[in-house]
């Protein structure tokens, strides 16, 4: 008897996997009427109020640090300290996430800073498919020069 498969699995809707789950991309939904990007599906655009259509678009994976906080204390199992952000992405959109690959002391961290969307296993699912998150890192130094000031 053949052994199943393992899968990969987004742990959110709005995340794509290419490669494995080594690669993702978010994705939005925008209204064609009045170009006004969100997550997930909507009944109707808050800001025209027209009922659509929406369209699914790729979203950056890059963008700008717009604020952060530092978690000391959380759920039994997960690690502390981490960083909970909320990253602007350059289509309008802004999305909350972990702050990755910086250790969460303030004076690493800079509000506008230039962050990367990256994807990493965070676990197994009850049918022992790989559940793959995404998360944002700062971009390297040696990248930055391109990416400041205008994502």
């Given at each position: 008897m053949p052994e199943p498969t393992k899968k990969i699995r987004p742990i959110v809707p709005f995340l794509r996997l290419e490669n494995d789950g080594r690669e993702g991309t978010l994705v939005g939904r925008r209204c064609k009427n009045c170009g006004a990007v969100y997550f997930g599906a909507r009944v109707a655009c808050a800001k025209c109020t027209e009922p659509g259509p929406f369209e699914e678009i790729p979203l950056s994976r890059r963008g700008t640090l717009w604020t952060y906080s530092i978690v000391h204390q959380s759920f039994p199992g997960i690690p502390t300290p981490y960083v909970a952000a909320i990253v602007d992405l350059p289509e309008g959109i802004s999305v909350r996430?972990?702050?990755?690959d910086v250790e969460p002391d303030p004076k690493k961290i800079r509000f506008g800073m230039p962050v990367e969307m990256i994807t990493r296993k965070v676990r197994e699912?009850?049918?022992?498919n790989d559940v793959i998150a995404f998360f944002f890192r700062p971009v390297p130094e040696t990248e930055r020069s391109a990416t400041e000031g205008g994502a």
């Open positions: 996430c972990n702050l990755v699912d009850k049918d022992g």
